[in-house]
């Protein structure tokens, strides 16, 4: 299968699929090289404004991560700060991320921390703390997602004592944004189990369609 995470710098999102022996493709402005691979994971510097669904090659599942520095409610004190264009360059963004999702009609997922994306688009099909899979601090995050996408069964209901504010706790410094938004591998996990099956099994109807 074919997967592709926009606006992904980490590939964590990526990581369960690629172990699993399928292509993976992250693209991101901040990836050092153009383009280099690492266990079936290709990182690509790219920008989603850019880029046309005849410029990837076609997904089994896509998943988007655009950036919530001027978005996110947390950060709502510094909304008349950064004006009208920081609005403008953070939803051309999700604009551009969400074209590309629903583009393909395959199952797609895109991701944002609480954010005015609940009224300048439409509310979140999802909602989860990190905690909630495993890992073992709070940040509750928004999901939107579409054409079949399984969200996966929260087994967890009530936060452990164990739980920590390690995105609040985080001191200022270079890596401190990339660390806030870097995907829980617990969740990505979970994401897998619960849709690698559906995929492949829409791969494998259309394939057999084709033959007959």
């Not at 990526?14 to 079936?40: F, K, M």
């Not at 988007?64 to 520095?69: D, G, H, I, V, W």
């Not at 209901?157 to 270079?174: M, N, R, Y």
Request: proline residues 8%; neutral net charge.
């Amino acid at each position: 299968m074919q997967v592709i995470s926009l606006c992904d710098y980490s590939g964590v999102m990526a990581r369960p699929w690629s172990q699993a022996g399928h292509d993976c493709l992250c693209i991101d402005l901040d990836h050092p090289y153009r383009e280099h691979t690492v266990d079936n994971i290709t990182f690509r510097r790219g920008d989603v404004r850019t880029l046309t669904p005849a410029a990837l090659p076609r997904p089994d599942i896509i998943f988007a991560f655009p950036p919530c520095t001027n978005l996110a409610v947390s950060g709502a004190r510094w909304f008349k700060q950064k004006g009208i264009q920081g609005l403008i360059d953070a939803l051309t963004l999700v604009e551009a991320c969400r074209k590309l999702c629903e583009w393909y009609g395959c199952p797609w997922m895109l991701e944002n921390p609480v954010s005015i994306l609940s009224s300048c688009w439409r509310k979140p099909d999802s909602t989860f703390h990190p905690w909630q899979f495993g890992d073992d601090y709070q940040k509750k995050t928004c999901l939107w997602h579409g054409a079949g996408f399984v969200m996966p069964t929260i087994e967890v209901d009530f936060a452990p004592e164990s739980v920590k504010q390690t995105i609040w706790e985080l001191p200022p410094g270079p890596e401190r944004q990339r660390i806030r938004s870097q995907t829980p591998s617990g969740f990505a996990n979970a994401v897998f189990s619960a849709n690698h099956s559906i995929c492949g099994g829409r791969d494998a109807a259309e394939t057999t369609s084709q033959t007959r």
